[in-house]
Nanobody
Framework: QVQLVESGGGLVQAGGSLRLSCAAS????????MGWFHQAPGKEREFVAA????????NYADSVKGRFTISRDNAKNTVYLQMNSLKPEDTAVYYC?????????????????????WGQGTQVTVSS
């Protein structure tokens, strides 16, 4: 079992920045691929970003490329999502997830079914 707890969400004006954190417990996540997803009201949960266990490989949704950066600190068992130039359409609950199944290089894991454990989410609201 892996427990994930997100933090860092809040209310910010358009153009502002937030840094989300995802702290893991119960098991070290240093060997696992990690992802961030978001879910806006009335919409499905969508992929935002993912990072390999080494941190050398990252993937982003087109809507956040150039604005968001995913990173990890395996020593702290924590993953981060730096969000810059925020837009009102970024408003959503942001979830952290871990994939504990084997991950293969060159394959993107963009679906919610690709991940095994989830946090409870943190609300991000961007005002115009």
């Amino acid at each position: 079992q892996v427990q994930l707890v997100e933090s860092g969400g809040g209310l910010v004006q358009a153009g502002g920045s937030l840094r989300l954190s995802c702290a893991a417990s119960g098991r070290t996540i240093s060997s696992y691929r990690m992802g961030w997803f978001h879910q806006a009201p009335g919409k499905e949960r969508e992929f935002v970003a993912a990072i390999s266990w080494t941190g050398r490989s990252t993937n982003y949704a087109d809507s956040v490329k150039g604005r968001f950066t995913i990173s990890r600190d395996n020593a702290k068992n924590t993953v981060y999502l730096q969000m810059n130039s925020l837009k009102p359409e970024d408003t959503a609950v942001y979830y952290c997830a871990v994939r504990t199944r084997t991950s293969y290089s060159g394959i993107g894991y963009y679906q919610t079914r690709d991940y095994d454990y989830w946090g409870q989410g943190t609300q991000v609201t961007v005002s115009s």
